[in-house]
Structure formats: C-alpha cells, structure tokens
C-alpha cells in the first residue's frame, strides 16, 4: 500500500467504511519489510484479529481494494498481490 492515505480517497473505496480502511493502512505499515514468507502469517493473523474485532470485509469491498491497490503497480507487483490474495482464499 502506498505510504500516504490517498489511496483511501479512490471514489471505488467510497463505499467501504472508514475504519476498515484505517485498518488496512496501519496493517500497510506493520507489514512493510516483511518477506514473502513472512507476509502471508501477518495477514492471516491479521485477518483474525479483524474477525475478532467484528471488521469483515464483503467480496465487493475486497475486490474494490485490491484493484485500487494493483493501479499504478508494475505488472510483477499486481501479480505477487494477486499470488497473496488466491493464497489467503486457500486458507481461508
């Protein structure tokens, strides 16, 4: 996720709470620098504590998400987002 909140202003995400898109960016932070490896238990962990807190994202706000996010990405990055996402749906 980009350093700064802009991304959170995308007219798509307009539908999605706020809060969860506060979440999103401290969980950004937290998990810049993390491998590969290290990225998918952070997120599922992460995805958890969400749960726990009563934070569930719908298919439409994961979709709108994620496709804010590949904009402006390099082909190789939108893909390692898409190999994260089809894995957390694995583990789901």
Do not use: H, T, Y
């Not at 995308?10 to 290290?38: I, M, R, W």
């Not at 952070?42 to 496709?67: H, P």
């Amino acid at each position: 996720m980009p350093d700064n909140k802009d991304w959170m202003k995308n007219p798509k995400l307009a539908s999605v709470d706020k809060d969860k898109l506060e979440l999103l960016s401290a969980l950004a932070s937290q998990g810049q620098g993390k491998s590969q490896n290290e990225l998918l238990p952070f997120l599922m962990s992460a995805a958890s504590q969400g749960k726990e807190q009563g934070l569930n994202f719908s298919s439409q706000e994961i979709s709108a998400i994620i496709e804010v996010l590949k904009m402006g990405k390099s082909p190789q990055e939108a893909a390692r987002l898409d190999r994260i996402v089809s894995l957390m749906k694995i583990m789901k």
